[in-house]
């Protein structure tokens, strides 16, 4: 199946074959705690093997047929040697850094970064004596941060508030030179636009949350590794943190993923003709979405990305937060919400702090909307949006 496209991998990873000549189109649902032997010595077998680094159950804790059909479609999109699953796309970010870091590391992470990691780092990272260290990756001057103890270089493109999109070959040259290790969060690309491995990072991870699920109704995260070394890590943390997810999770997550190209081209397809609107407004200072010929990290996208989503923020040339919180209050095909990536439309008013640590953002003080562009009609998105600038500046 790896010599297919993509699409064509997706539509049928993880399928097992036929027993006894006939079964379901759709992977089963094996959910399981316990695994039954046929006598002591397989039992000792699955151990061995496990430990050995195999990816066989030999606990419940490891998942049945329908995690493996998961990991295996995952592998089918992001590439790598070994996909692993979390209960969300946080806990996958947090096994990153636990797998690969120790007490007296240093990690240096893009400043535009899923900003709760900043409270893992303060909370969790920092008690264990990992040092996290932000930098600008539009300054370029990521050789000189390098440390003796740094072992890792975190990146997130492109940046899921302002859309920066990283130049991922050069800066993964520039860690690996110094033996550092290259993490990206690929939750904007999904695996599907972009493929983190392919360019040079050990680890791709991502927030199945978001476009895998599609539906707003599953969490979950999923980490790939992309050596044999990194993955070790990986297994290592991953049972000694327990983490695991149910089987119905797990199939949600694969029924996703069986859509996720067609669902990905009409995001991209609304969302561009969002974006030109909003470009058309007065009220309007800038729009944020690379895959505008205008966007700065238009050239790297085409570069590096297959397609775009429905992710796009803008900022308001009128710096009133009370104005711009009526904006969003007057939307109605627009829900208020933050975890993007299913079929619906999402708007939301950036806290000003989740900005403050964003070098691409400079300090602005313009009010900062993040739309998810949905599966709607883009006519009636436009519309509504049009009625809500109509409204906000009447003050109704
Ligand atoms: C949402 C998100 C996460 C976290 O995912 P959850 O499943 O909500 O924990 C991580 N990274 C990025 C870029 C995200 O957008």
Redesign the pocket.
């Given at each position: 199946m790896t010599d297919k496209h993509i699409d064509t991998r997706l539509a049928h990873a993880g399928t097992p074959p036929l027993q006894r000549g006939v079964g379901p189109v759709p992977v089963p649902v094996v959910r399981g705690s316990t695994l039954r032997y046929a006598d002591m010595a397989t039992r000792f077998d699955y151990a061995r093997r496990r430990a050995a680094g195999e990816d066989v159950a030999s606990y419940g804790i490891h998942g049945f047929d329908t995690h493996r059909a998961l990991e295996e479609a995952v592998r089918a999109l992001e590439g790598g040697v070994r996909a692993f699953l979390s209960p969300?796309?946080?806990?996958?970010?947090t096994h990153v850094f636990l797998a690969t870091l120790s007490a007296g590391d240093h990690a240096l992470v893009s400043d535009g970064?899923?900003a709760?990691?900043r409270h893992t780092d303060r909370t969790l990272l920092k008690r264990l004596g990992i040092a996290v260290e932000y930098f600008s990756p539009a300054q370029q001057n990521l050789a000189a941060l390098i440390r003796p103890e740094t072992k890792l270089l975190y990146l997130?493109s492109p940046?899921?508030l302002l859309g920066e999109v990283l130049d991922l070959p050069a800066l993964s040259a520039i860690a690996h030179a110094r033996g550092v290790a290259v993490a990206v969060?690929n939750?904007?690309g999904a695996g599907y636009l972009h493929q983190p491995l392919a360019l040079g990072a050990d680890i791709s991870?991502?927030?199945?949350?978001?476009y895998i699920g599609g539906h707003a109704d599953l969490?979950?995260?999923v980490v790939v590794a992309g050596n044999d070394h990194v993955a070790a890590q990986l297994v290592s943390a991953q049972e000694a943190l327990g983490l695991t997810v149910g089987a119905d999770e797990a199939a949600l997550a694969l029924r996703g993923i069986r859509t996720l190209g067609v669902r990905l081209e009409r995001h991209q397809r609304n969302a561009l003709e969002v974006a030109r609107f909003l470009q058309g407004r007065p009220e309007v200072a800038r729009v944020y979405y690379p895959a505008l010929p205008e966007d700065p990290g238009h050239a790297l996208w085409k570069r590096d990305f297959r397609g775009a989503n429905g992710l796009l923020s803008f900022a308001l040339a009128d710096e009133d937060f009370a104005r711009a919180t009526a904006l969003v209050d007057a939307l109605e095909l627009f829900a208020i919400g933050?975890?993007?990536?299913s079929y619906e439309s999402l708007a939301l008013l950036t806290a000003p702090e989740r900005l403050a640590g964003h070098s691409a953002w400079a300090g602005s003080r313009a009010p900062l909307v993040r739309l998810h562009v949905g599966l709607e009609d883009p006519a009636d998105l436009i519309a509504d949006l049009a009625r809500g600038f109509d409204r906000a500046a009447a003050g109704r």
């Open positions: 969300s796309g946080l806990a996958a970010i970064v899923y709760p990691l997130e940046s899921s969060d939750t904007w991870l991502q927030a199945a949350t978001k969490m979950q995260g933050a975890s993007w990536g």
